[in-house]
């Protein structure tokens, strides 16, 4: 099995900064992609970031220029730095990852249980 385990989220004040970290653990081949989504209350769930094995990011519109996605393979750990936050951006924040897992060498989209980030004004 394959267990994504989210921490770093909690209450800041508009213009504050978080980093949020994701950790893999498990029966772990290799993973792909990882990344983070959020669902705000009443919205769908929406891509907030994303980062290939080979350090390519993709990112939100709505993020660009204030969030940063990394990632450690060493640690199969994702990191989201986000500064500037808005009230806006007050959602869970779940990590993903594409894993191949053992002993099938199947592969499969993992999702943490995800941490809340509230942005007071």
């Known amino acids: 099995q394959v267990r994504l385990v989210e921490s770093g989220g909690g209450l800041v004040q508009a213009g504050g900064s978080l980093r949020l970290s994701c950790v893999a653990s498990?029966?772990?081949?290799?993973?792909?992609?990882m990344g983070w989504k959020r669902q705000a209350p009443g919205k769908q769930r929406e891509l907030v970031a994303a980062i290939t094995s080979d350090g390519s990011t993709n990112y939100a519109d709505s993020v660009k220029g204030r969030f940063t996605i990394s990632r450690d393979n060493a640690k199969n750990t994702v990191y989201l730095q986000m500064n500037s936050l808005s009230p806006e951006d007050t959602a869970v924040y779940y990590c993903n990852a594409d894993v191949q897992y053992g002993p099938s060498g199947r592969r499969r989209d993992f999702w943490g249980q995800g941490t809340q980030v509230t942005v007071s004004l």
């Open positions: 498990g029966s772990i081949l290799s993973i792909d992609a």
